[in-house]
Nanobody, 122 residues
Framework: QVQLVESGGGLVQAGGSLRLSCAASGRTNSNYVMGWFRQAPGKEREFVAAINWSAWSGGNPYYATSVEGRFTISRDNAKNTMYLQMNSLKPEDTAVYYC????????????WGQGTQVTVSS
């Protein structure tokens, strides 16, 4: 089992920045992929970014097209924490952001945090 707790959400003006954190506990190891998803009001949950938890690589981060170049995903293996640095925020980035995890061999993310609200004002 993996437990995930997000933090760092809040209210920011368009063009501003926020950094989200996801603290992981339980059976996290290099066989896991960690990710960020978001869900805006009235919309389905969508993928934002993901990174391999392995300490032996750069993590092979990948991003949704809508956030590439503005958001950066990273992880600190020593702290068991993943981050999402969000720059140049837009009102359309407003959503509840969720941290998620899955084993590399799994097709779907099956561990989820409780979510943290990000609101970008225009």
């Amino acid at each position: 089992q993996v437990q995930l707790v997000e933090s760092g959400g809040g209210l920011v003006q368009a063009g501003g920045s926020l950094r989200l954190s996801c603290a992981a506990s339980g059976r996290t190891n290099s066989n896991y992929v960690m990710g960020w998803f978001r869900q805006a009001p009235g919309k389905e949950r969508e993928f934002v970014a993901a990174i391999n938890w392995s300490a032996w690589s750069g993590g092979n981060p990948y991003y949704a097209t809508s956030v590439e170049g503005r958001f950066t995903i990273s992880r600190d293996n020593a702290k068991n924490t993943m981050y999402l640095q969000m720059n140049s925020l837009k009102p359309e980035d407003t959503a509840v952001y969720y941290c998620a995890a899955k084993q590399v061999a799994d097709s779907r993310f099956n561990y989820w945090g409780q979510g943290t609200q990000v609101t970008v004002s225009s």
